[in-house]
């Protein structure tokens, strides 16, 4: 549905990290980056279990300082990030929280995102909600590293793996530098 920013900075006047959601037409507008500094208001999220960012319906942005580090040719990814389009269209496999947490968190490619995921197909209003992390990025990312496969609880106790084939599936019409 959108960007997530991540921001060293301030909020409430409280420095740290603050992640930030921000709407297509703004990252459109401004095309977001690292290294850029900043200003605009958001709101604290209705629930946090649906979404990745602390703060969203970001409004009244400014940008401060538009510079922002070179685009690399090699991992990890910088400038901005592409269509919302672009990346539905690659396809994701899935990515290590550890590496994801180490070395993709501020590539252009890596994601956190919040999953759905309804325990019983008989009775939808059964949910369970967690973050998983996936890359967008070339298959021969040298630091890619898928980890463990996902396993999902369904009902009755019952699980379901999430093998290999399904990002192999989700990925095949790219070749290795895509």
Do not use: N
Request: with cysteine; aromatic share 8%.
């Amino acid at each position: 549905m959108g960007y997530v920013l991540r921001v060293s900075g301030e909020c409430d006047s409280q420095p740290g990290e603050i992640i930030v959601a921000v709407g297509k037409k703004a990252h459109e507008k401004h095309q977001f980056a690292a290294g850029m500094e900043l200003s605009g208001v958001s709101v604290p999220v209705a629930d946090p279990r649906l979404e990745t960012a602390a703060y969203y319906k970001t409004s009244r942005l400014r940008i401060i300082d538009s510079s922002s580090p070179a685009e690399l040719a090699s991992p990890p990814f910088l400038g901005p990030p592409p269509s919302l389009e672009t990346y539905r269209e690659r396809g994701h496999r899935r990515l290590d929280l550890k590496t994801y947490d180490a070395k993709c968190s501020t590539c252009i490619w890596g994601c956190r995102m919040p999953v759905e995921i309804i325990l019983d197909q008989w009775d939808q209003s059964k949910k369970k909600y967690r973050f998983e992390t996936f890359c967008y990025g070339p298959k021969s990312c040298s630091l890619h590293r898928a980890g463990a496969t996902r396993k999902v609880p369904g009902r009755r106790g019952m699980s379901w793996e999430e093998e290999d084939w399904i990002d192999e599936e989700a990925t095949s019409h790219r070749g290795p530098d895509d």
